[in-house]
């Protein structure tokens, strides 16, 4: 079943993270839509923990995390699965 | 090598010809002849008519007025137009230019070249809106807060007023500083023939544009000769940064660093005494062998001219007169000069508090007598008075 | 994975070599900036052509954070300075950005003029409810009865409803929006940009560090999830009935106002050339 749903899935979702310039507000984690993201135990070298991309399959590519960060730490993109 | 590009007047913003006119309309044809296009002003006595006449000038000239809800506005206003790539001006007199006192520093800091026109008329507060003084010379220089410098001019008659604020322009364009354009009451209102040149003959100084490109510009880069940094204008893909702050040589903020804003703040300053000599414009009338030098700016010094004549009259004192023109910077080594050679040194002008006079007695350090001769304004000194303190100075 | 990874479409506008930048975490003013940045983008202007110009505060920031010709100007005189800016070229697009004190308080007499005259600029006015730059002051917008370092025991003042303000004054385009709405925001950025005259945008941001914490209101997630539930979108409403007076009150957000005048430059243009015949060169067009 879910490898029948893998199947259809023409896109897949992107996070990319820049973990300099978090400051740990976890709004981008609070407001996904799907679970995508968390945040990670360890810290950035302000002392922030920032988020991770920890559920790939998760994503939808939507981008609303990256629309959310104020710090311009995190942006998710949809992108075409290349047969 | 300073690069300063002097061209002649746009024949469009031209008024050739005599006319019959105020100070203040003569100020106006003298900011469109050195290719001011853009003012906001807001009205205030007894200056508005240089504005009225500037928003019935320009369209047909080419070029923008808009009056703005206050003068805060239009200090600011015209900065905007600056960095669209205009060369631009406001219009006021004491509490506007009160007002203005913040946006004078943040041209001063941001180089925004610019010209400040003010009408003097006797304060504090609402005082005389329809009188003359020269009360605010002072503020004109220290007005706003912090350290930096700028060049005030004063016009002694209406044709001075269209020819030196033509030099107010150029001198804010090679220096990038807002220039004071310190004028009167008196010498606003008062309506004399004014005699405008062919374009050909008016000199104009062009802005001071970068030759660099886009990624090697950096907008507070100085020239090493005088100073000033070089300019670019808003839409020119340069997507340059402009701010208040004090900020390093690409425009960034660098509020916290103490080296960048000790040598912001000198440079600032430098930029006008070092070249001081470059600014420096005055007049003398026989002062070669003169017992007495009346040294005076604006009005006061076109009143002192009949007090010096009484003096040479009724008791045959020799005095020569110093004129101002440009008021600050001051010629010092001029009158230094000057002050080795004669008794005193009378110093008449429109305030009370000596405020020209305590910078000459600065600049002399009691090689003679520096006598303040104030007036509080609302009207020009009796002739009378300037000669009884030539008599005194003679004794 | 045989692609590269994308970059943010907003990092083409950051003067990277200045971040990370100075806002709290949770500070919702970067938010407004990933917005304004896809924006512009979907807008499709000239980013030389664009020009942003900001006040003093925290929104003041912005100017000197996006790579575009930037202005930060002194507080509260940001829409004079663009005004400036806009006559003398009439080619450029330019946008104000700041804060709620700096263009309601110190800059209100401008804001209203500005929108009087219905001069050609957007403004964006991030409303985090006090003043944020300076350690958490009461502004305009502070919600009646909430604490600030100025009012410690509460504010006795009523805030302005500033949709309703701009509205008044003859703004042509008005909206409100939070930055929970990052979605809608950016579409209606998008027509702000695109409309000619005076548009006003107002968004409702949270300030963590002192606002909320002060009134005890929790994290910015926190104002997040409040903003998400208290929110109700009325297109078209009418601007009277959209104020925030208390904290507990329904936040409206939405289109409001969007209607079609011709703006300072045309009218002045068309009486000049009323008046001066060919004499007259239209300005700017």
């Known amino acids: ?83 | 090598m300073a690069e300063i590009k002097w061209t002649t007047a746009d024949p469009k913003g031209v008024l050739t010809g005599a006319h019959y006119i105020d100070g203040n309309h003569a100020a106006c044809e003298g900011a469109l002849a050195a290719g001011c296009r853009f003012a906001a002003g807001y009205p205030i006595t007894p200056s508005t008519e240089v504005v009225e006449r500037f928003a019935a000038r320009i369209p047909l000239v080419g070029g923008m007025f808009i009056q703005m809800e206050d003068e805060i506005a239009s200090s600011i206003c015209l900065q905007g137009a600056v960095w669209a790539g205009l060369k631009a001006m406001t219009v006021t007199s004491g509490p506007g230019f009160s007002l203005m006192m913040e946006h004078i520093g943040f041209a001063a800091m941001t180089e925004t070249p610019c010209v400040f026109v003010n009408v003097q008329r006797g304060g504090p507060s609402t005082g005389t809106p329809t009188l003359p003084a020269q009360g605010d010379m002072q503020q004109a220089r220290w007005g706003s807060h912090g350290d930096y410098e700028t060049i005030l001019i004063s016009p002694s008659s209406p044709q001075e007023c269209f020819e030196f604020i033509i030099d107010a322009f150029n001198l804010a364009e090679i220096y990038r500083v807002p220039v004071m354009f310190m004028m009167d009451e008196c010498v606003g209102h008062m309506t004399e023939k004014v005699v405008i040149p062919e374009p050909e003959k008016i000199k104009v100084v062009e802005r001071r544009w970068t030759d660099k490109k886009p990624g090697e510009y950096l907008p507070y880069q100085p020239d090493p000769e005088d100073l000033v940094p070089y300019m670019v204008k808003a839409g020119d893909g340069y997507r340059f940064h402009i701010t208040g702050l004090t900020h390093d040589e690409r425009g960034y903020p660098a509020a916290t660093d103490v080296e960048i804003h000790n040598n912001l703040v000198r440079r600032l300053c430098e930029k006008i005494t070092k070249n001081a000599h470059k600014i420096w414009k005055w007049e003398e009338k026989d002062t070669d062998d003169c017992d007495i030098l009346i040294l005076s700016y604006g009005i006061s010094a076109r009143v002192a001219l009949r007090g010096i004549e009484l003096a040479k009259e009724r008791k045959g004192i020799k005095v020569g007169l110093f004129r101002l023109i440009v008021v600050w910077p001051m010629p010092e080594q001029r009158i230094i000069e000057l002050a080795e050679k004669v008794k005193a040194i009378i110093v008449p002008e429109l305030n009370i508090r000596a405020q020209v006079a305590r910078e000459i007695e600065r600049i002399v350090k009691g090689r003679c007598p520096v006598i303040p001769l104030g007036h509080a304004g609302a009207g020009v000194h009796n002739p009378e008075d300037i000669y009884n303190a030539i008599v005194e100075a003679a004794k | 994975m045989s692609t590269t990874l994308r970059e943010n479409p907003v990092e083409q506008f950051l003067r990277t070599d200045r971040m990370p930048h100075i806002w709290c975490p949770g500070c919702g003013i970067g938010t407004s900036v990933n917005c304004f940045a896809r924006a512009v983008l979907e807008c499709g202007i000239d980013l030389d052509k664009l020009c942003i110009v900001s006040g003093i505060g925290c929104t003041g920031r912005v100017a000197g954070y996006l790579r575009l010709d930037s202005f930060h100007t002194t507080h509260g005189r940001a829409i004079p300075f663009a005004t400036g800016l806009k006559l003398a070229n009439p080619d450029l697009h330019v946008v104000v950005y700041s804060g709620d004190g700096d263009l309601a308080a110190i800059g209100g007499n401008h804001l209203i003029h500005a929108a009087r005259r219905n001069i050609d600029i957007t403004v964006i006015c991030v409303n985090n409810f006090n003043y944020g730059m300076t350690g958490g002051q009461v502004a305009p917008t502070t919600h009646h009865e909430k604490v600030a370092t100025t009012t410690p025991y509460g504010d006795p003042e009523y805030p302005f409803n500033l949709p309703d303000l701009a509205a008044s004054c003859g703004a042509v385009f008005v909206a409100r929006w939070t930055t929970y709405h990052v979605v809608q925001l950016t579409k209606t950025l998008v027509k702000a940009l695109n409309k000619k005259g005076f548009s006003f945008v107002e968004i409702l941001a949270p300030c963590p560090t002192l606002y909320l914490r002060r009134n005890k209101l929790g994290t910015s997630v926190d104002l997040m999830k409040y903003f998400k539930e208290k929110s109700v979108i009325k297109h078209g409403a009418n601007t009277k009935e959209v104020g925030l007076e208390t904290y507990d009150k329904e936040i409206i957000v939405g289109e409001f106002v969007d209607i079609d005048k011709p703006d300072y430059l045309d009218n002045y243009n068309e009486i000049m050339k009323k008046r001066l015949g060919d004499k007259f060169q239209p300005w700017g067009r």
């Open chain 1, 1 to 83: 079943m879910a490898e029948a749903a893998a199947k259809k899935r023409k896109f897949r979702g992107v996070v990319v993270i820049k973990p300099e310039r978090c400051k740990g507000c976890e709004i981008c984690v609070s407001f996904c839509p799907t679970g995508a993201i968390s945040m990670s135990t360890k810290f950035n070298s302000k002392g922030y923990h920032y988020p991770e991309f920890s559920n790939p399959d998760k994503c939808t590519g939507c981008g609303l995390c990256g629309m959310y960060c104020p710090d311009f730490a995190i942006y998710g993109y949809r992108e075409k699965i290349e047969e």
